[in-house]
């Protein structure tokens, strides 16, 4: 079973284009989406709830404060793996649809992801791989209607993690359209607990990606366009609360790996 998990702070403007997009993408695979409102103060809640209304497969949370991307993923995460759990009779059989995992994949719920990669992520844990990173810049990736500073930004980001963190084979670590086994996943979250994701900034996606790939035996690209122009709405991302985000991220991880005695002289 497919688990889609959608973090939304004021996404009013693309929300119902992608959940659409997704329902077609989507339509051969048994799936549950759950849409997490991150305290949106425009229309995203009444969107969601009414989408939930006419498609039973689609749940809404809601956070009355806002938490940030890393706090909305979390809530999503958990409510999958309850979900996982309720649902476990209603699995019986969905070998033969193809469905031989249950993965936990999320996008950005601005809609300049593309839901026709989700068959091909899928198919990729699947076959083997148990986290896949949809790429802008693996060979036949693209990218559309960023800015010179946000291009730099995610290029920047790529190249100095994966100079302290490197993973073979993965060139974007910033992207937030990934799929996981949602067994590695869950063991994951089994190890960290709350503080699986602490950074509340876009920095999240960076400090959860380094936590999972130590859990798995493959991690796997696959090329997909971005479309910032599809983005209807204002950018969440600022830019120095982004890079800020990314070196104390650098320092936190770090000071973790090398232990407490090697850091007592600075």
């Not at 997490?36 to 209304?53: G, L």
């Not at 649809?97 to 990729?124: F, K, S």
């Not at 699947?126 to 036949?140: K, M, N, W």
Request: charged share 25%; hydrophobic share 40%.
């Amino acid at each position: 079973m497919l688990f889609v998990v959608l973090p939304a702070y004021n996404e009013e403007a693309g929300l119902k284009e992608l959940l659409d997009d997704i329902e077609r993408s989507s339509r051969e695979i048994p799936t549950q989406i759950i849409v997490v409102n991150d305290a949106s103060t425009d229309h995203t809640f009444q969107i969601a709830k009414a989408y939930a209304e006419e498609f039973d497969n689609v749940n809404v949370l809601s956070h009355e404060q806002n938490k940030g991307l890393g706090g909305a993923l979390m809530t999503g995460f958990k409510h999958a793996f309850r979900l996982r759990e309720d649902l476990k009779g209603q699995r019986a059989g969905l070998e033969q649809t193809g469905c031989t995992e249950d993965v936990i994949l999320t996008m950005d719920a601005d809609n300049t992801h593309p839901a026709d990669r989700i068959p091909l992520m899928l198919a990729e844990i699947y076959s083997g791989a148990d986290l896949v990173v949809a790429s802008r810049y693996a060979p036949g990736g693209e990218q559309h209607g960023l800015n010179i500073m946000r291009r730099t930004l995610s290029w920047g980001a790529g190249k100095i993690m994966s100079f302290f963190f490197p993973v073979s084979g993965l060139k974007d670590y910033s992207c937030g359209y990934r799929a996981y086994r949602a067994t590695t996943l869950e063991q994951v979250y089994q190890n960290y607990g709350e503080q699986m994701i602490e950074n509340r900034s876009f920095a999240a996606m960076v400090e959860l990606l380094v936590k999972v790939v130590s859990y798995c035996r493959e991690v796997r690209e696959i090329p997909f366009s971005l479309h910032y122009e599809k983005k209807m709405g204002k950018s969440k991302m600022r830019i120095m609360a982004t890079i800020f985000g990314y070196v104390s991220l650098i320092i936190r991880l770090k000071k973790e790996t090398w232990g407490s005695m090697e850091w007592a002289g600075e």
